[in-house]
């Protein structure tokens, strides 16, 4: 996360030492103190009246409350005391973790980040950006620390039932050395300038081969992307689409080479607002040639709050890979490329995933550039199959929801598949060991005249949706 310079350089002096607090507990504290400086920057000189008028939004779900009141208190001390919220940050997202863990709140509180994502995106201009950008800078802090006896590893999902999915860091303690060289370089000392032995020093003790200030600001802008991509997708990571964790990161400031647009962006938006059919619930897989440097996409739909979900994993020739989503019926994009400092790599993103987005759930006409529009293939015939210069080939594949790993694929055929909505009744379910039911759920039951008994939770009847195999006439059904 990157230090809020004049910030830093004032309150600098609050890093307490070490002492006898463990390593994960000082670089804890340590990495809260540069995400309050960065919020404290970006928060700076803004009239508190437009702040609150950007910060409070419509929510309408009762269970955001506690997050709402807690999240906002912390923002306006920023704005009015930034003092206070310096020195007090790390006790209150400690305090705020903990009380999520022993309140079965976890899935509750992904649930409030996806809504604040939501209004990042859509306040992405003037003051609302920096306000929302502080905003998701500060839960992305709250996050870690659910790792914070694990500090070499994140949280990169949620399952339903609240469990967490936590993988080994990509880039385990790459800030650590900056913090060496920070106290070379404090305010007051007479030698602000640190050699490149030093530098390789400070570094090497981490496993970086970093020799100068610049490749650390360039390691530090990469390992911002990547683990900016992990935390916005992390509410939508679970057992089923756990194949969209990224394995691998991004290369900062280099976008993809990105396949010709066929039609405009706000062609896709339209139709998708008016979906034939719907994907697989095991995914989509798609494999391109002749689509500059996108090699594969894997597709998913998801159902949050009332509205469907697109989510994908793009993975490149050279440039690494990056996920994101599209809101389909509020139509709001995001990709991890929007973290790479460029201004048209995104917009092109959101085109040719938006475009395959319409292929595969669309009935559409291929009515201007035939020669242009994207080309489907089987796997049998991908590797030979003829196209034109300025055509994208693609071939389309699922995977039989439940089938064992390394099952075969089979082409995805969108009319071939039809969704069925089924409603599971409420039910009772057993708690992990320490946690307790939240007051929602006690209250739910106790509406249902039933009383939750110690180490239970109560979750709620809700719809959802099964993808099944269309029975073509004169077939039997499998």
């Not at 640190?194 to 490749?215: C, D, F, H, P, T």
């Not at 509406?447 to 110690?454: A, D, I, K, R, T």
Request: net charge positive; charged share 30%; with cysteine.
């Amino acid at each position: 996360m990157k230090v809020g310079t004049d910030a830093f350089k004032k309150y600098q002096k609050f890093d307490v030492k070490r002492g006898s607090d463990s390593f994960e507990t000082w670089i804890t504290k340590r990495r809260t103190l540069n995400a309050a400086c960065y919020i404290i920057d970006n928060l700076s000189g803004i009239d508190f009246a437009e702040f609150e008028a950007v910060l409070y939004f419509r929510c309408d779900d009762s269970r955001m409350g506690y997050f709402i009141k807690a999240y906002n208190n912390q923002l306006e001390e920023a704005v009015l005391n930034p003092d206070s919220f310096a020195r007090g940050l790390h006790s209150f997202l400690l305090d705020t973790c903990v009380y999520i863990e022993e309140n079965n709140l976890v899935r509750d509180y992904f649930d409030f980040f996806i809504l604040l994502e939501k209004q990042h995106i859509l306040k992405s201009y003037g003051i609302g950006r920096k306000v929302f950008d502080a905003y998701i800078s500060m839960l992305m802090q709250q996050t870690s620390y659910f790792c914070r006896t694990r500090t070499d590893e994140q949280v990169t999902g949620v399952n339903s039932d609240g469990s967490l999915v936590f993988e080994k860091q990509k880039f385990p303690y790459s800030d650590a050395g900056a913090y060496v060289l920070e106290k070379k370089l404090e305010p007051g000392k007479k030698h602000a300038v640190v050699s490149a032995e030093e530098i390789r020093a400070a570094y090497k003790m981490y496993g970086y081969n970093v020799n100068s200030l610049e490749q650390a600001a360039l390691l530090e802008n990469r390992i911002r992307v990547y683990e900016s991509n992990v935390y916005f997708m992390a509410p939508f990571i679970n057992s089923r689409t756990a194949i969209l964790a990224l394995k691998e990161a991004a290369y900062s400031g280099k976008v993809p080479v990105m396949p010709r647009q066929w039609k405009k962006t706000e062609v896709y938006r339209e139709r998708l607002m008016d979906r034939n059919y719907m994907l697989p619930r095991s995914g989509v897989t798609a494999l391109y040639k002749n689509a500059g440097s996108i090699k594969k996409i894997i597709f998913f739909e998801t159902i949050r709050f009332n509205e469907v979900i697109l989510l994908f994993k793009v993975t490149t020739d050279r440039y690494g890979e990056y996920s994101g989503f599209y809101w389909t019926k509020s139509q709001l994009f995001f990709s991890g490329c929007n973290y790479a400092d460029v201004k048209d790599g995104s917009s092109l993103t959101e085109n040719f995933i938006l475009e395959n987005y319409m292929v595969l759930t669309c009935d559409y006409e291929i009515d201007r550039k035939r020669n242009f529009a994207l080309k489907q293939t089987d796997m049998d015939k991908f590797e030979k199959e003829f196209y034109y210069p300025g055509q994208p080939l693609v071939c389309y594949s699922y995977k039989k929801a439940g089938g064992k790993s390394g099952s075969r694929r089979y082409k995805y055929v969108k009319e071939e598949y039809m969704e069925e909505l089924r409603t599971r009744s409420g039910y009772v379910r057993r708690l992990p060991e320490g946690q307790r039911a939240s007051t929602e759920a006690v209250q739910a039951a106790k509406e249902l005249g039933f009383n939750l008994p110690e180490g239970r939770t109560f979750v709620r009847s809700h719809d959802y949706h099964v993808y099944v195999k269309a029975v073509k006439e004169g077939d039997m059904p499998e």
